[in-house]
């Protein structure tokens, strides 16, 4: 992987998060380059809030040419966290002046500048630029990065309509950058989403859950197919709204049931579906995590439920699925059961087998199968 960053004065490593063999990713992109354009010593001077930062190729490269800059960071993911923060240290860079925030929270300091990478869910960029509209005072300018052609004048339109006037500048290395201006108009938060399966399970979805407003075709198949047997300790690992984990609350009424996500907004999606659904709060637990890297470990897992992204961002990816299998390997007790849906042609069979030296297909239809391996 290529993770030597040069651009103007700045020079850095930057590593993706977790490290991935592959070559083609890397930790930032040419909108990142064309949005530092941007920054120079007087914008530095005020608080800059950072949006969307996939692995803090923006907030290393300002506090390498301005330490001081007073900067809030904002992500839903937890990958984007971990990757930023380790990113600040690799490059010996302070985490003074930093404040890091989750979508649920404000920043304590107006900013007097918001810089934004495009993030791909559109509901959640509108839900960004809503939220930005209580924060900010009027006539403070947002700079959102993007790739040129994701750039359009429907997009222009929908900044307009829910933040402030906006004009994209011209394309360098196919991006582009657009600059905004905040019409100092509050508006409210998004609704969420909320609806239910056939089953009756209450759903909520917060606009950057994964199937916010119905059920995936995967997770449907898993529903149809839960394993038999008692289990007390279960993880719904890429929880998204929860479906899986609110259903194994149902199907073994005895079990801690531990909902994991990269997506802050997933697991909060989850908790609210499970307050909705009014469940047990005692055996609800909640955790925005990188697959299990801090499952508490006195946690005995007996089964994982695992529906595994194919993609990190905008790159498709299958090293998310394979730490997941990995991680559940490691935190399952032996005869514990790891149970998978995935689409048949993405050969989860194959990596199982590898990894717990057995694996049974449980279900299958013409796109999906069903697979399960057990902890010798
Ligand atoms: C295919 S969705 C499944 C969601 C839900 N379980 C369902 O079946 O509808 C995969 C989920 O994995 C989550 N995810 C991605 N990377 C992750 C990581 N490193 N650790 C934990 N969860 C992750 C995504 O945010 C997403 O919610």
Redesign the pocket.
Known sequence: MINQFQFNNVSLQLNRY?ATANDNLQAWDAADEHLLQHIDEQAAHQPILIVNDSFGALLCSIKQQFADCQISWLSD???SVLGCQQNLANNQLSDAHIEWLTPAQTPAMTPALVLLKLPKNLNYFIEQLRQLSQWLAPATQLLIGAKAKNINQALLNTIESHFGSASASLAWKKTRVISAVFDGKRRAPLADQRWQTDTGIKLIGLAN???ATK??I??RL?LDNYPQGQFNQVV??????????MQAALSYPDAQIHF????FE?VQSAQMGWQANRLDEARGQFHW???LSHLPAEIEVDLV??????H?GEAITDH?AW??FMDAKKRLAVGGMLQV?GNRHLGYHVKLKRLFGNCQTAASNNKFVILRSVKA
């Not at 994991?260 to 997506?263: L, N």
């Open positions: 977790p993911a937890k990958t859950v994964f199937a059920l995936d995967g997770a898993m719904d690992l890429g929880c998204g709204n929860g479906v899986l984990g994991v996500d990269d997506s997933a995590d990188d697959c439920l695992c529906n595994p992204p194919f990190q998310i730490q997941m849906v």
